[in-house]
């Protein structure tokens, strides 16, 4: 740099007068020119706005005061004054080409290249490379200094350094490590330890966890360098996990294996392929342990997946008179009396006057069909039915709402929203009949299922259920061809 302007001032040959005029005249047509380049770069939101900012606002102003000292005013470039004002352009150049290059190479790169996934470790150590080269030749060409006696005298120092950072130097010889082994990067999810968190920086020191979404566990990176960590998000981000839970010893495992798995698929977050497995786990004290296995799309989503799975576990288990039992030495055999007596319970005359319009109770031979056993207990967001598949019998809705739609996965459309005292599964009149509709729970839904016996007993025994039957099919098949 001191060369070129030396060069630059000999071959223009002009007096101090001419100098002036020359910066008076071109230092404003320069930033002038630089402030247009700049409101187009904004405009255009272009990263390299920020090194032509620092080319306007800090290297020309330098430049002018350096050319004006040297000459207009005159002085010796030897003096020091000189000398620190040549060091000052060399630090605006040097920040201005770090800059560019952080533009050039790492602004605006894609997610998945390699400018993304190079991390802040390496970014700074490349940073520090060329402040180093360009304070090299500062030293040399500015200050005249022997750069040989500054290696000797650093090497000289280095043990005595290195005895005071070796504690820092060990987690920036580390970190290194990491950068380039690369076990994790910035978004993945790693366990140290007992702490299980999401890499939010990885920078010379340490790397920052992120806990619980609202704390911050700083882990030097010489603590990973020397102990084993597990990285969640690797060699996919899909997580496998399990839940066990146990079920009474009465009931056969076949039986609960598919009704466990037939709930798993229906949770959202369970990845189908490849789907969940169910499987005795072993005989607890009280009841045979079931394992689910199965597969999320990331580690973070496993706790609001669970949470679904074993809330939805409850409900099945209800619909499906399993019994999870107490881990407790209970009487089995009493337990069951209760849960007989309770499933012959006849439905009180407060629930069935919610069906009063079918003529419910002045029908003979329904049974169990109106006892608590034929109750049937719905999470938030579960499949009741299934376009296409078997009815049973219709549907009575004691509780909660109901949602009708049709249409294939990803492109369903609602019919109608049915709440208390209404019913649905009204095809369960016809020979071999399926659902034409989808029924989902919204929110928690108690349904009494008449079965297709009962169903035809009430038809038989009270005609005027078929003509409201029939006026609910009319109305819900125009309501399923409306566009």
């Excluded at 078997?390 to 009575?396: A, T």
């Excluded at 009204?426 to 034409?436: F, H, I, P, V, Y």
């Amino acid at each position: 740099m001191k060369d070129f302007l030396a060069w630059f001032s000999d071959a223009i040959e002009e007096t101090p007068l001419t100098w002036a005029i020359g910066l008076v005249v071109a230092i404003p047509v320069v930033l002038l020119l630089l402030t247009e380049i700049i409101v187009r770069l904004r405009r255009a939101k272009h990263p390299l706005e920020a090194t032509v900012r620092i080319v306007r606002e800090q290297m020309v102003p330098l430049l002018g005061g350096y050319f004006l000292l040297a000459n207009v005013v005159g002085l010796d470039p030897n003096t020091n004054l000189m000398r620190v004002a040549l060091t000052l352009v060399w630090i605006i150049v040097i920040h201005a080409a770090l800059s560019l290059l952080n533009v050039v190479v790492f602004a605006g790169a894609e997610s998945g290249t390699w400018q993304a996934k190079v991390p802040t470790l390496a970014r700074d150590m490349a940073r520090l490379a060329l402040v180093t080269v360009g304070a090299g030749i500062v030293l040399s060409r500015v200050w005249g200094t022997d750069l040989g006696a500054i290696v000797t005298a650093l090497g000289v120092g280095s043990l005595v350094i290195g005895l005071a950072l070796q504690e820092p130097l060990g987690n920036l010889f580390s970190g290194i490590l990491l950068t380039v082994e690369r076990p994790l990067e910035v978004g993945d999810w790693v366990q140290v330890n007992d702490t299980k968190g999401k890499v939010i920086e990885i920078n010379w020191r340490a790397v920052h966890l992120l806990v619980g979404g609202t704390q911050v566990v700083v882990v030097p990176n010489s603590v990973l360098a020397k102990a084993s960590f597990a990285n969640l998000s690797r060699p996919t981000r899909a997580y496998n996990t399990s839940v066990v839970i146990g079920f009474d010893y009465g009931l056969p495992p076949n039986r609960v294996r598919a009704v466990l798995l037939d709930v798993a698929r229906g949770v959202p977050g369970v990845k189908l392929e490849p789907g969940p497995s169910v499987e005795v786990d072993s005989y607890g004290p009280s009841s045979i342990l079931y394992r689910i296995c199965f597969e999320a799309a990331d580690y973070p989503a496993v706790g609001v997946v669970k949470e679904h799975l074993l809330t939805r576990i409850w409900y099945a288990a209800q619909r499906h008179g399993m019994t999870i039992p107490l881990p407790t030495q209970t009487q089995v055999q009493v337990q069951h009396t209760e849960v007989e007596a309770r499933e012959r319970e006849v439905l009180p005359d407060e629930t069935l006057k919610l069906f009063a319009h079918l003529g419910l109770t002045r029908v003979e031979g329904l049974g169990s069909s109106l006892s608590r056993g034929a109750i049937r207990r719905y999470a938030s967001g579960e499949r009741i039915v299934g376009r296409g598949e078997p009815l049973p019998g219709l549907y009575l809705i004691l509780s909660g709402k109901v949602t009708l739609s049709v249409g294939e996965a990803g492109q369903t459309r609602e019919v109608t929203k049915l709440g208390s005292g209404e019913f649905f599964g009204e095809r369960a009149l016809l020979t071999a009949s399926t659902s034409d509709v989808c029924a989902l729970a919204d929110g928690d839904v108690e349904i009494l299922l008449l079965e297709a016996e009962a169903l035809r007993r009430l038809v038989e025994q009270s005609p005027r259920v078929v003509r409201e039957i029939g006026q609910v099919m009319d109305a819900r098949r125009r309501a399923m061809h409306v566009a």
